[in-house]
């Protein structure tokens, strides 16, 4: 059962910024060469960036995402913890019978025995499907996400009109930035605000 567990909040939160650093460190380091090449950046460039990591705990979206797939996961760890319990119950009392010559032939006991193995196998088998089926499930969510935060970069800068929005998760991006440059608050805002009609549509 343990192999569900890694499928948690925390972990499906660290793919979605790494997935945001790699698109945005390699789009700031072809603009980093270019202004390079140029031997300094042009007057008048308009930069901000967004806190990946404090978006994630503040959109709501996001949240209900996360709150899906954990009911989603403790259903997928009921069901696998139900079924080793039937299966060890059934392998004690196969273990009881055989201790007690109950079985009316060796063959019965050994035809026993093989429906337990394939027992256990179909278990691992539907285990590893619903882990798999979570993964695909939780990469899809965060496509979902990044896609639902570039579309409303897109339309939000229309208006504010930024030559670069970086992302910034701790130091990875970011080794300083004035705090005046923090578009964070404005963009989970206007997320939310967005995903908040969407919902009462349902």
């Known amino acids: 059962m343990k192999r569900i567990n890694y499928l948690a909040k925390g972990i499906l ?21 270019s202004a390079a090449n140029m031997g300094a950046a042009p007057s ?4 901000a960036y967004v ?6 705990t503040k959109y709501t979206f996001w949240n209900d995402l996360n709150e899906m797939m954990m009911k989603k996961e ?19 009392e ?3 019978k055989v201790q007690n010559n109950a079985f009316v032939s060796r063959e019965r006991a050994e035809q026993e025995n093989a429906r337990l193995i394939k027992k256990q196998q179909e278990l691992q088998e539907l285990q590893t499907r619903l882990t798999n089926e979570m993964q695909a499930e939780n990469q899809k969510n965060s496509i979902q996400l990044r896609d639902s935060i570039n579309s409303f970069l897109k339309i939000y800068n229309k208006k504010h009109k930024y030559s670069m929005i970086f992302s910034n998760t701790g130091f990875d991006n970011l080794l300083y930035a004035d705090k005046a ?17 969407s919902q009462k549509k349902k």
């Open 13 to 33: 939160a660290a793919a979605v910024i790494v997935m945001f650093t790699q698109c945005n460190g390699k789009k700031a380091e072809s603009e980093e060469s």
């Open 44 to 47: 008048g460039l308009k930069i």
């Open 51 to 56: 806190e990946i990591d404090t978006l994630l």
């Open 94 to 96: 196969f273990q009881r």
């Open 74 to 92: 403790e259903n997928i760890r009921a069901t696998l913890n139900q079924k080793a319990r039937e299966l060890d119950a059934e392998g004690k």
């Open 181 to 197: 440059y923090n578009i964070t608050n404005d963009i989970i805002k206007g997320l939310n605000d967005r995903y908040a009609p």
